[in-house]
Structures are given as structure tokens and as C-alpha cells.
């Protein structure tokens, strides 16, 4: 029996389902932790991680493995003296280094070190096992600092070394980022709840649902056959948390509003479930569909990022939708003590802040409309000159040791010297090819590299930095010049292939998501109008996002450029995460529209969902920006910019402009089924 403060009693449900709910649940997680297979692993820095696999640079680097000596890949280490020359003395101990490190080459061959021609640089490349280098880095590294005068510096860079430095960066970065996320999560739930014990609740579902969703997506990268990497997984965990805290206070909002209105805490439930389930599902379902655009997309780390975060969100929204009631009813009112919802209590909501927001909002819409989108205009024009495209050296917010070493050879040695632009072609063409190669403009010198017998590799300096605008023309120049005589790979190219791979996705999938979100609130709203201003208001918040980040980037972190998958992934969760909060105010807009005109439904459905969707929007906006404790610049911008627009959207778009709009434009906004028509056109049932 449950009492209340009049003395009523009401019988309850045995709770004995809801706890097996619970259990059930509780078990599954448990042996998807103990049955789950390890992730199929992808390396960052793989050269054709964010290549399509139809790009001519990706068939080089694959028939690059066939050739002789593939599976040996160079640690190069660079020596200098800071501000001065080399000396003679200099000199000689690079070339007592070079025996020293003789002895972690492949085969124990003869180290001899190159000077740069103005003597300011020396470099020895270390032969290393390709697929076991990164492991030797570290021991080479403690040789070097060992063998040379203090008053030298050096660095060990090369393809090895990015590998290994990749990996100390991403030591440890998964429990930061997990904990960092919780404790987001915890403060935030704990400052809108005001309860010792309720923010418990839904910090542990789902918590236990971001680990199952982190075996569901290992499991599936092995019976899929594809691979992740670290940036993918903190993606998909950032989601988890981030809508299933979402979903969570949707549900727990709605279920505290039918506490006031039931004796029995089981019936407050089902009411809210049956209530909040369509919003829930039809915004879950619009991310997961969003979301699973991108199995169509060119690059396979964009494909992975798909598949991963879609597992991520299904399994999201089963621990809100399932867990989360069963662990709610199990603990009764007390568990929002101390503002416990009681029987016939007024709701606060419908008077509070929210309330006199949305009142003042539908006396002026024009007002507000016009002024909320003066400051969508003025923030998006930050985006002017916004540059898209970093090299692998810009994408790490803290520089290794590799990338220093890098810049160091870049400045002492011609342009494409570290780097060199590979050309694959038939053996009995390589001459003909070579000098075909030698009057392209760009290039800077040619030499003969490993050969089989049916591929001879031509290893070409371009006279331009990587990355830059001339190298990328240069490519361009040989591609045309060779045809189909030759293969054209190397970073430049990879970086050339990998901007029209990202290029290609956004054209068809900015398009598909928009179809998508467009279509579920047609279902759910059933009004054209509505779906469409829904539509354009977030699609305003993206490029207002767009623009603040740039801005942002430039004057605060010294950001040349984004990196090239951020427009896209940040278009798909701003859209599809964003539209959530309209489908949450639009979906309770239409249910009081059935009783009263849109200017009061707006005002009351701003004022029960005010406070949930303000707080889910902070919350949201938090967890992305947790992505900032990982160390690549790609996660740092798609955080910012996600979180700057799910700011926006929840405390400017959602709870001024859509009100404002729909105050506007008049009961044509339900057009062209009106709920309340709807509702007077039911039939009668007759008893």
C-alpha cells in the first residue's frame, strides 16, 4: 500500500516486474561484458583511414604492401643545434649515433647520416619493421638522447614514430573521457534535480547502457567486418550519454507531472511512458536514421562512425524507454525527495519561467522573431573565410615529438623531401615515366624507388609544402599528365583524394538527412507547415553554429582550418540531435492545440517543457564538449561547434523563434490537419 499526506491508501502493482525489468537487464549487460569481442581496431594515422577505397591513392598504399621491402618502414631521426650550424664536432657524434643505432635496423645494415645543404640539419633513417616500428620508437629515443651532446636537439619522426606517438596520446584517453562524461552528467543532474538520490538514477542506466552500446559496437566491427578508432568510440560514447541523459529527463519530467495527477505511482508511469514514448522514439529514431546515412558515404571511417553510433543511440534509447521506468517505480516518491510530487499539487511549471517566457514571446512574435534572428545572422557571420582541410601535422592539439621532427626536416631539406609523392607504374614504362614526371611543374626531383615484377615505385619531391595549395596542383598536373599510364598516391594526393571524398559525402547526405528529418515530422506532426519551419530552424542553428565556431577556432585556439569530416558530422547531430528539442515542444504544442489556440498551446508547451529541454540542452552541450579532453583537433571542433548549437537551439531557436514563428503564422501552422479538428471529427463512442 501506498499512503499519502490525506491518508489515502492505494493498492499497488506488485513491483515484481519491474524488478525483474531490472535484473534482466542488469544480466544482459553483464554477459555482453563477459561474451563481447574486442574491437576491430583501425590506426588514426593510417594513410587511407579517411580515404575511399576507389581512391587512386588507396590502391597505392595497398599495392605499395606488395612491393619488396613493404613491410620496412624508416624512424628518422633529425639532429640540429638550435640557432647555429652544425659543427665539426656536431658531425662526428651524429656519426657515432648512427652506430649505435645500427643496431635496431632491420638486418643490422650500416647507418650513414644525410647534412642538409646548408649543414644545419642532420638526419639518419632508422629501417624498421613496418608492422612492429611503433614499438622500437621508444628505445630509439632513449638511445638518441643518450648519444649526442646535450647541446644538440633532436627528434625521431617518420612513420613509426606518428604511430607511437598516436598511441601514448591515446593512452588512457577512453577512462578520461568516460569519467569526465559521468562527471558532467552527475553535477548537472544533481543541480536540476535538487535531490540527494534521484540524479542516481539515471546516471546508472545509463552509464550501464554507454558500456553496453561500447560491446555492442566491438561485437559488431568483428561480425561486420569493419574497424574504429579511438575518436569513433569517444563519439559514440559522448551520444550515449548524451541523448540517453535526454531521453532520461524527458521521461522522469513528464512522469513527476502525472505524479500530481495519480494516487498510483505504476499508473503515473504507463501515463508517462504512453505520453513522452512517440517524442522519445521519433527523435531516437531521427538520429539513428540520420546517423545511418553515412553507410552510403565514400570514406570508411565515415561509414564506421554510422554504424557505431547508431548501435550507440538504439541501445540509448532501450535503457530509457525500458531500464529507466522499471528503476523509477521501483524506489516510489520518495525518490524525488525533497520537492516530492504529491497527489492534486499544482504544477509549478505552468506558472514559472518558462510560462512568462512563452507569454511574452506570443504578445510580440514579430518582435521576437525578428530579434532572434538578427542574432542567428550576426553569430553565423563568423563564418567568413571559414577554411576546411588540415594536414596530418595540424590535427594534434598538443605537438609530438613526430611533428616537431617533421617540421624540422620540412624547413632544411626541399619542400616534398620527408613526404615524397608516390607514382606506381609498369616496370618497362618507369623510364618513359620518369621523364614525363620530371617536366611536370611542381615537381622537384625523381628517384627510383622498390620494384616487383609488376609495379616499379617512383619517388617524387614536389617544390611545395604538404598541404598547400600548389602541392595539391601539382598532383593535379601529374594525374593529368600520366593518365592511365600511372598511379599517383603520397600524402599530397591522399590529402588531394580524401578532401573529394568528404566533398562527395556532404553533397549526397546533407541532403538525405534533411529528406529524413523532414519525413519522421511529417509523421509525428502530420502538418506541412510545421515540418517545414521545424526543418529550417535547425538548419539556421547549424550555420549559425558554423560561424561561431569558426570564430572561435581563430581568435581562440589558432585553428587554420576544419578538419574535413567536422562540417558533415557536426551537421548530423545539430540536425538530428537538435530537431529532438522542436519535436519535444512541437509534439506538446499540438497536444494542448487540441484545446486551445496555437498562441496558448505554444506558451503552455514552453512552460511544462522549458525546464526538461533547457536542462537536456546544457546537458547535451556539456558532454560534447567533453570531447575536448581528447587530443585531436577534429574532436575539439565537432564539440564546440555541436555544443555552441545545441545552446542555441534550446535557449534561442526552440524557446523563442518557433514560438514566435508559430505564433505567426496562425493555426495554418497545424495545416493541413488541425488537432483540434481532429479531435472534433473522432468519432464518438457510444457505451
Known sequence: MESFDDGTKVKQQAPGRRTSVVVTLLFVALSAAMFALAPQAQESDAPTAGLPDSADSTTVARLQETLPSSDVAPA??????????????????????????????????????????????????????????????????????????????????????????????????????????????????????????????????????????????????????????????????????????????????????????????????????????????????????????????????????????????????????VALPAAMVLFGRGLFWPFVPRLGQDDPTRTGLWSRVGA???????????????????????????????????????????????????????????????????????????????????????????ASDDWAELDVVLDSDRGSDRAAATIDRLRAELGDAALVGGPDAQDLDAAAAASHDRLLIIPAVLLIVLAILLVLLRSIVAAAVLVLTVVATYLTAMGAGWFVFTHWFDFPALDLPVPLFAFIFLVALGVDYNIFLATRAREESAHQPIAGAMTTALAVTGGVITSAGVVLAAVFAVLGVLPLVTLTQIGVIVGIGVLLDTLVVRSVLVPALATLIGERFWWPRHPGRAEEDAPVSRS
Do not use: C
Open 76 to 321: 628518422i631521426v633529425v639532429v640540429s643545434r638550435p640557432g647555429a650550424s652544425l659543427e665539426a664536432g656536431d658531425r662526428a657524434a651524429v656519426g657515432d649515433l648512427a652506430d649505435v643505432l645500427g643496431r635496431f635496423t632491420v638486418g643490422g645494415g650500416e647507418l650513414k647520416p644525410v647534412f642538409s645543404d646548408d649543414g644545419d640539419v642532420a638526419l639518419l633513417a632508422v629501417p624498421l619493421t613496418a608492422s612492429k616500428g611503433s614499438d622500437r620508437v621508444a628505445d630509439i629515443r632513449a638511445a638518441v638522447a643518450d648519444g649526442l651532446p646535450q647541446d644538440l636537439s633532436a627528434q625521431v619522426t617518420g612513420g613509426p614514430a606518428f604511430t607511437a606517438d598516436l598511441e601514448d596520446v591515446f593512452a588512457g584517453a577512453d577512462v578520461r573521457l568516460l569519467v569526465s562524461t559521468a562527471l558532467v552528467v552527475a553535477i548537472l543532474l544533481l543541480v536540476t534535480y535538487r535531490s540527494p538520490w534521484l540524479w542516481l538514477v539515471p546516471l546508472v542506466v545509463v552509464a550501464v547502457g554507454d558500456r553496453v552500446a561500447a560491446l555492442a559496437v566491438a561485437t559488431a566491427t568483428q561480425v561486420f567486418d569493419y574497424s574504429v578508432d579511438g575518436s569513433t568510440t569517444g563519439i559514440t560514447s559522448v551520444l550515449v550519454f548524451g541523448a540517453g541523459t535526454n531521453y532520461a529527463l524527458l521521461l522522469i519530467a513528464r512522469y513527476r507531472e502525472e505524479l500530481r495527477r495519480h494516487a498510483d505511482r505504476f499508473a503515473a508511469m504507463r501515463a508517462a511512458w504512453r505520453q513522452a514514448a512517440p517524442a522519445i522514439l521519433a527523435s531516437s529514431g531521427t538520429v539513428t536514421l540520420a546517423l545511418l546515412t553515412l553507410s552510403f558515404a565514400d570514406t570508411p571511417s565515415n561509414r564506421a562512425l554510422g554504424w557505431s553510433a547508431a548501435i550507440g543511440i538504439v541501445v540509448a534509447v532501450l535503457f530509457g524507454l
Open 360 to 450: 511574452s514571446v506570443v504578445r510580440r512574435p514579430a518582435s521576437f522573431a525578428a530579434g532572434s534572428l538578427a542574432l542567428l545572422i550576426l553569430l553565423g557571420a563568423g563564418a567568413a573565410g571559414l577554411q576546411v582541410g588540415l594536414t596530418q601535422n595540424e590535427r594534434f592539439r598538443e605537438t609530438p615529438e613526430s611533428v616537431i621532427g617533421q617540421e624540422a626536416l620540412a624547413k632544411a631539406f626541399p619542400a616534398g623531401f620527408a613526404e615524397p609523392t608516390v607514382v606506381l607504374v609498369e616496370p618497362a614504362d618507369a623510364d618513359a615515366v620518369s621523364v614525363r614526371v620530371k617536366g611536370v611543374e611542381g615537381v622537384s626531383s625523381i628517384a627510383a624507388g622498390p
